[in-house]
């Protein structure tokens, strides 16, 4: 027997309601809870040996550029919160600059690594979207220890990731004698008061347990 016309068009209003109902009860511009997928804190591991801190710093006579050795480094950060935290290590007493008088200067008088053997870059905080399939850039606070006191400062980074393995560079300044390290000035020789520093940096990912 044929249905009346009525009632298909009441079990048409019935489902039209029914799916606007489960719309919009969920958030605007988005799938309910159970459909969204979650992102876990992300852990980077670093790779001392594909790791490198570069340092520039001008002068009268000419530009100083030189490396130190990274130690280790492990960071875990939140990619939708920011939330950062982990640190990177460097050798102190790795650094040179391809001139075993002004190195023996540096280690000895300016930097002193006979005493303070480490720097530490401390993380806190990340300002910016970090993708994690495609190149990104975003900003870092962190705070740095050199020559044994404490210094907040904000890295510019660029970070690639492929797979579990990922690179990057992160770029601040470091106004040494604002920070209490000792000006290796002289005479004859103007240094500007400000060091450059580029950490080259690479390794593993993995999602935070």
Do not use: C
Not at 90 to 116: C, F, P, Q
Not at 166 to 178: E, L, N, Q, R, S
């Amino acid at each position: 027997m044929r249905r009346p016309a009525w009632t298909s068009l009441a079990g048409i209003l019935a489902i039209a309601f029914g799916l606007a109902a489960w719309i919009s009860a969920a958030p605007s511009g988005r799938l309910p809870q159970a459909a969204t997928a979650a992102v876990h804190p992300v852990v980077l591991n670093f790779d001392a040996s594909a790791s490198k801190v570069h340092y520039t710093v001008d002068s009268t006579l000419h530009t100083v550029h030189g490396t130190f050795n990274v130690k280790s480094g492990t960071i875990q950060f939140d990619p939708q919160t920011g939330r950062a935290e982990g640190e990177i290590i460097v050798y102190a007493t790795s650094g040179e600059s391809g001139n075993s008088s002004r190195d023996e200067r540096m280690h000895k008088e300016i930097l002193e690594t006979w005493k303070y053997q480490e720097a530490t870059f401390r993380l806190t905080q990340i300002d910016g979207q970090v993708s994690l399939t495609s190149p990104s850039d975003f900003k870092v606070k962190g705070i740095v220890n050199l020559h044994g006191a404490d210094h907040e400062v904000i890295a510019l980074v660029h970070s690639e990731f492929t797979g579990d393995h990922w690179k990057g560079t992160a770029k601040f300044d470091v106004p040494y004698i604002k920070w209490g390290i000792k000006d290796p000035s002289n005479f004859l020789l103007k240094v500007k008061p400000v060091v450059n520093i580029e950490l080259d940096m690479a390794g593993t990912q993995s999602a935070a347990k």
